[in-house]
């Protein structure tokens, strides 16, 4: 069974205390991998995609990174608006592109 | 919101109760969806639709369907409400298919069934 799985599912960070998260997943013939940022009360809010192994982007204080296996969103010297969840996805394998497998999301706290 | 609006924002409802939620989009994008979202369940899809009058299921489409008449509506119906089926409701909108499509989402529905 196709499955993404993400973890920590909660991380509490010092403003300026670098970390990462992980989304691993269990599809094979990876078609790609989706990165969203979800505030609270609203629709999440698409931040990258990943197309192949070694693959990197960067948009502000986030990079992702992609491998065979799994995706790492490193955040560096985050503030306390990159507060939010943090959720991947994944196209499931064989099946439609479009038809996404989420994975649970990282809480994602950082104090001041 | 990418141009996205759903309605209404809020509803509470009474078991076996129909219900209707409304996506409306302005981008005129061909492809849209309705996702629900649960604690410890991530978002997981309903039905989507690839164009006017062409619906998909989607990994939890029971006790749901979906119509659009025109490309910027897609109504999500319950037929009748179970407390199972509250939830937040999402919809998204994609330009294609493929993986160089992002899907945009909109504001959400939550949805409570007493």
């Known amino acids: 069974e196709d499955q993404v799985t993400q973890s920590p599912e909660a991380l509490r960070l010092q403003e300026g205390e670098s970390s990462s998260l992980n989304c691993s997943y269990t599809?094979?013939?990876?078609?790609?991998l989706f990165w969203y940022r979800q505030d609270p009360g609203k629709g999440p809010e698409f931040l990258f995609t990943?197309?192949?192994a070694g693959e990197e982007k960067e948009k502000e204080r986030l990079k992702a990174t992609l491998t065979k296996k799994e995706s790492f969103l490193h955040i560096t010297a985050p503030k306390p608006e990159d507060s939010a969840t943090y959720l991947c996805a994944v196209p499931p394998r064989g099946g439609a592109t479009n038809k996404l497998i989420f994975g649970t999301g990282t809480l994602l706290a950082v104090q001041p | 919101d990418a141009g996205i609006t759903q309605s209404p924002r809020h509803k509470v409802t009474e078991t076996g109760t129909p219900v209707t939620l409304r996506c409306h989009q302005t981008e005129n994008h061909r492809y849209m969806y309705w996702y629900r979202q649960d604690p410890g369940h991530g978002l997981r899809l309903i039905h989507y639709s690839y164009g006017v009058k062409d619906t998909d299921k989607g990994e939890v489409s029971d006790g749901y369907s979906v119509s659009r008449s025109k490309t910027e509506d897609f109504l999500l119906t319950l037929e009748s409400a179970t407390s199972s089926q509250t939830s937040v409701y999402f919809c998204?909108?994609?330009?294609?298919?493929?993986?160089?499509?992002?899907?945009?989402f909109g504001p959400g529905t939550r949805l409570t069934v007493t």
């Open positions: 990943l197309y192949s």
């Open positions: 599809v094979s013939g990876l078609r790609g």
């Open positions: 998204a909108i994609s330009a294609g298919t493929s993986v160089g499509y992002e899907q945009y």
